[in-house]
């Protein structure tokens, strides 16, 4: 991974191979970013990505070798139990004269090409807390 400041952020450039979550989050571990806003772009394979089913109160996930482009990936970098988290929704489209895409909460992807993060960080602290009625770490805005 090759990583330059921006202003009030990082720009991310991951390589062929690496995995997506375990790299970024290693970064952000390693630089103490605990809070920020990511956006990226590039190419992704053996991807898991799906949905939270909130009457089951589980996560329904689909694999997929790709390769994918990544037409777009947001997500933010938020504290639990003092740790930086990442979460990721992506929109993929199929590498074929189809161009068919598919969209969702995405688990695990590793960069099939390149994938280029810009990360910016957020001063107020973003903290998970377990939310009994959905059943999820929902981010509680600290003021």
Known sequence: MQAVQIHNGTFLVLERGEEFFSSVSRYCEEHQIHWAQFQAIGAVEDVEIGYYDLPTR??????????LEVASMDGNVAELNGLPVLHAHAVLSRCDETLECIGGHLRRAIVAV???????????PLIRRFDDDIGLNLITVAV
Request: zero cysteines.
């Open 114 to 124: 390149t994938l280029e993060v810009a990360m910016w960080e957020i001063t107020q």
């Open 58 to 67: 589980e996560y329904v996930f689909r694999a997929e070798e790709g390769p």
